[in-house]
């Protein structure tokens, strides 16, 4: 298994076997083609003169039946002959084709992870190769009809492609075997671990979609020496037919692009080669982690307006729902990348949300010090009263209840109810004597009449206290409906 691929090139077995295409085209190569014979039972091989305009195809060839066993000193015998004398130091290029042309494709095998703290691409592919290299070809006929061998790549040329944009200093590769063809097309795929930095846009965090690349290129040879071009296997040399499916990422686009890049230190340009991956995240955790904990939090500010004016509980409730946006802040900054330069709406909404709590904090703390005006013996005002609780009340549902507020004339002051002076009932004689009785008298009906005032005084301190509990009561049922309308619209305008 190479890259992917099922390569076979002999069987000594008589079951009938299906592969998978090896290459379709690579500029700049010649042009074979798999011949199943199935009368034969015996694979032929038919080849096109290189041309620098075509593309070379080794095909798929679909179904193998019976072959001939190969001779393996034969084998042998032609791994021996062209390695000898081989130095895989030495790039292959002649007089006619100064610049190797090295076909480069992609295939994607899974994602591993885009890691959004540090902003880091993970990945796994196999990075294919294939070049022509004139010293390792034969004839087939002198080998028994040997068309494929499979040589150590450490014992060929090879081009330094490499991981432009790498976030490691050394790249994890598994080195394979090459599959060298008799018409000195040489196939290299190694499987790579990659990972390279991807610059992200959170704004729209979780519902968000990225694009990262990967840059491929060689370290050392600029285009005079070798040329990339796109292998002819997938889209642009980008395969991602076996790609793993992600549980957190899915690749919904996918482009490959050529380029030459050219360098200050250096007279000419190098050919590079970009492959870009747009992703899309799945937000099926990150709505039941960051976002309906938010909302669900968000919804209980205006229910606390609902409470009575003179409960505590109120402010408890208040400070428990910021401590819950604050918690939720904490989680959000852990998960993302720090002084970004960017900022999710997400984290908008937690700090709109954070406000809005404050502000129905103070909102509160202004209606309990309106609802405790009462006992100080303060009045409604009038303009108050008639806007309040002859106008508000019926518009915010609070038009049915059984209190009517106080008139001027109804509304008891707290001044005038002091405790006056009891005049004796009974004059004194001219000598200004009184009998024990009389004084009696006058006591009792001195204490009778202090009761009269304290009972009328508490009265009409409880009825104003009333009234101003019922100002309390219709500002907060107009700031829960304030309060809930401001979160249906900032929620509809930040997270829909």
């Not at 798999?34 to 080794?58: G, H, W």
């Not at 990339?228 to 690749?251: K, P």
């Not at 309040?388 to 549902?397: E, H, S, Y």
């Not at 009825?463 to 509809?492: H, M």
Request: proline share 5%; hydrophobic share 45%.
């Amino acid at each position: 298994m190479v890259g992917g691929w099922a390569v076979r090139a002999h069987f000594s077995n008589c079951s009938t076997l299906c592969t998978r295409s090896l290459v379709q085209a690579a500029r700049g190569f010649s042009e074979g083609v798999f011949v199943c014979n199935n009368t034969t039972n015996r694979v032929m091989y038919s080849s096109i003169d290189f041309t620098n305009d075509a593309y070379d195809k080794l095909s798929e060839c679909r179904r193998f039946s019976r072959f001939t066993a190969v001779d393996v000193s034969k084998e042998g015998a032609l791994i021996k002959a062209l390695t000898t004398g081989y130095n895989p130091m030495i790039r292959p290029s002649n007089a006619s084709n100064p610049a190797v042309v090295v076909a480069l494709g992609l295939a994607m095998t899974e994602i591993a992870e885009l890691h959004e703290k540090t902003e880091i691409f993970e990945s796994g592919a196999f990075l294919r190769h294939l070049w022509a290299d004139y010293r390792l070809s034969w004839e087939p006929s002198k080998y028994g009809g040997i068309i494929t061998v499979h040589i150590p790549a450490a014992s060929v040329w090879k081009p330094d492609i490499v991981l432009i944009n790498s976030a490691d200093t050394v790249t994890e590769k598994q080195d394979p075997l090459v599959i060298v063809f008799h018409t000195g097309t040489v196939f290299y795929s190694p499987k790579m671990r990659l990972r390279a930095p991807c610059s992200l846009d959170l704004t729209k965090f979780p519902f968000d979609e990225q694009i990262c690349k990967l840059t491929f290129g060689s370290w050392t040879y600029d285009n005079s020496n070798i040329n990339l071009t796109h292998f002819a296997f997938g889209e642009n040399g980008l395969d991602i037919a076996d790609l793993r499916v992600n549980r957190e990422w899915s690749v919904t686009e996918s482009l490959a692009t050529r380029s030459d890049k050219e360098f200050q230190y250096a007279t000419n340009k190098y050919p590079l080669i970009e492959f870009s991956f747009r992703l899309q995240r799945n937000p099926t955790y990150y709505r039941h982690v960051f976002i309906l904990p938010a909302v669900l939090l968000a919804i209980l500010v205006p229910f606390q307006f609902l409470l009575p004016p003179d409960s505590k509980d109120r402010m408890i409730l208040g400070g428990v729902l910021m401590l819950g946006i604050i918690l939720l802040l904490i989680m959000l900054q852990d998960f993302l990348p720090e002084a970004h330069p960017t900022i999710p709406t997400l984290a908008s909404y937690y700090s709109v949300t954070l406000i809005w709590i404050a502000l129905s904090m103070i909102a509160s703390i202004w209606v309990i010090n309106t609802q405790s005006r009462g006992p100080r013996g303060r009045r409604v005002p009038e303009l108050m009263r008639q806007c309040i609780l002859r106008g508000l009340r019926r518009l915010v549902c609070l038009g049915d209840d059984a209190y009517f507020p106080l008139n001027e004339i109804d509304t008891l002051s707290m001044k005038s109810l002091d405790i006056p002076a009891v005049e004796p009932i009974v004059k004194s004689d001219i000598s200004g004597n009184q009998s024990k009785l009389e004084k009696d008298v006058e006591e009792i009906l001195r204490h009778v009449q202090t009761m009269i005032i304290c009972t009328k005084t508490a009265q009409a301190r409880k009825e104003v206290q009333n009234e101003w509990k019922e100002v309390a009561v219709v500002l907060d049922r107009v700031l829960c409906f304030l309060f809930g309308a401001t979160f249906l619209l900032y929620t509809f305008v930040l997270l829909v």
